[in-house]
């Protein structure tokens, strides 16, 4: 089994594009336009998380139509990892006998989910490192002082 095939746009970004290695005919998603409001029926620590999430890459110009239902899945786990979090803090011991409490399974499951979200959208330092940025320098020059005033 051969290696995951780099786009070539990311081999351009990363400066090891080469004619001869190009992939023809790749599908590249749509970024967004705008950023997008937080479905309703999310909690609300689900839709700040949607905000800051939105809006970080949104600004790496990363934030695409197709990635909005992994974004509104991670937010809800995060919301069901605060739910968890608060049964085991006022109320739910963490240990039933000799079996863990559901709330403590729910809360390491959710876990895993949303650092598996985060290592594929660069949000955690060793991940970020390794997520090409879509953002041209020039172009960042200029945002730089986009909210000076404000």
């Not at 746009?9 to 992939?23: I, S």
């Not at 803090?89 to 876990?111: C, H, N, W």
Request: hydrophobic share 30%.
């Amino acid at each position: 089994m051969g290696s995951n095939k780099v786009p070539t746009k990311v081999k351009h970004m990363r400066g090891t594009a080469r004619q001869d290695r190009d992939l023809p005919n790749q599908v590249s998603p749509s970024l967004e336009v705008g950023l997008p409001d937080p479905p309703v029926d999310m909690t609300d620590h689900a839709k700040h998380l949607w905000k800051q999430v939105t809006a970080e890459l949104y600004a790496l110009r990363m934030l695409t139509r197709v990635s909005l239902v992994q974004i509104e899945q991670y937010c809800n786990n995060y919301g069901i990892y605060r739910q968890a979090l608060r049964q085991i803090r006022y109320g739910e011991d963490i240990t039933a006998g000799s079996r863990k409490a559901p709330a403590f399974s729910v809360l390491m499951e959710v876990q895993k989910q949303m650092r598996s979200f985060e290592d594929r959208y660069g949000l955690n330092p060793s991940s970020a490192t390794k997520i090409p940025s879509r953002v041209d320098p020039d172009q960042e020059e200029e945002q730089e002082g986009e909210f000076d005033d404000v």
